[in-house]
């Protein structure tokens, strides 16, 4: 099993809709979670950070955490052609200090 | 504010080669780790430094090295280059070292030929 697990997608959808991201891991020791989106040839940038159970929302992005079932999602409201990359889920654990990304899941938010 | 910055941009190297990189922190963050992406992956953890101290290591073997400098900035070194090597090598700089939100740096394309 994955430390990290992500379905690569690609995701597509329609321009306006609701994109909704997936991740689960397996360290039940994970504390922190992090969304990144990635474009083609480009760094990742930090887009969404959660620690607490539950929804966080900032502007389109919505970060929900349910640590029992041990999955983090990532919503995006009115999707726009601008968002298709390539969104990597990030857990990190007080048991191995490491930062453990998950392989990516690409969207196509069509026009 | 500037961001974390690396350099160089890109590389070519020639297998057996030894090469450097090197990153700076956003102003202020104290840890800074070192992450190889593949394409199709997502950044494998290489190395994580804090107050100029190695604080984790991921499982790449010996010719991967790093170091801290006061000044918080650090080096990522890689001898006897591999075709494997290819990739893009990314830092992120983070506050402290407990799972702060981590910012990434445009990263250095290293090619080995």
């Known amino acids: 099993q994955k430390e990290v697990e992500q379905n690569s997608g690609p995701l597509s959808v329609p321009e306006g809709a609701i994109a909704s991201l997936n991740c689960t891991y397996s360290?039940?020791?994970?504390?922190?979670f992090f969304w990144y989106r990635q474009y083609s040839g480009k760094s990742p940038e930090l887009i969404m950070f959660?620690?607490?159970?539950g929804d966080k929302e900032d502007g389109r992005f919505t970060a929900q955490l349910n640590k029992a079932s041990q999955y983090v999602s990532l919503l995006i409201r009115d999707s726009q052609p601008s968002d298709s990359a390539t969104y990597l889920c990030?857990?990190?654990?007080?048991?191995?200090?490491?930062?453990?990304f998950g392989t990516g899941t690409r969207l196509k938010v069509l026009a | 504010d500037a961001g974390v910055t690396q350099s160089p941009t890109h590389l070519i190297k020639t297998r057996g080669q030894q090469v450097t990189l090197r990153c700076s922190p956003i102003?202020?963050?104290?840890?800074v780790s070192w992450y190889q992406q593949v394409l199709g992956q997502g950044p494998q953890f290489i190395f994580q430094?804090?107050?100029?101290?190695?604080?984790g290591r991921g499982n790449f073997p010996d010719r991967f090295s790093a170091r801290q400098f006061p000044n918080y900035s650090s080096e990522l070194n890689v001898n006897a280059l591999l075709l494997g090597d290819s990739a893009l090598y990314l830092c992120?700089?983070?506050?402290?070292?407990?799972?702060?939100?981590?910012?990434f740096g445009p990263g250095t394309r290293l090619t080995v030929t």
């Open positions: 990030a857990v990190w654990s007080s048991g191995t200090y490491k930062y453990i």
């Open positions: 360290d039940r020791g994970s504390q922190s």
């Open positions: 430094y804090y107050e100029k101290e190695e604080r």
């Open positions: 102003s202020g963050h104290k840890s």
């Open positions: 992120a700089s983070s506050l402290a070292r407990t799972g702060d939100e981590q910012y």
């Open positions: 959660i620690y607490s159970n």
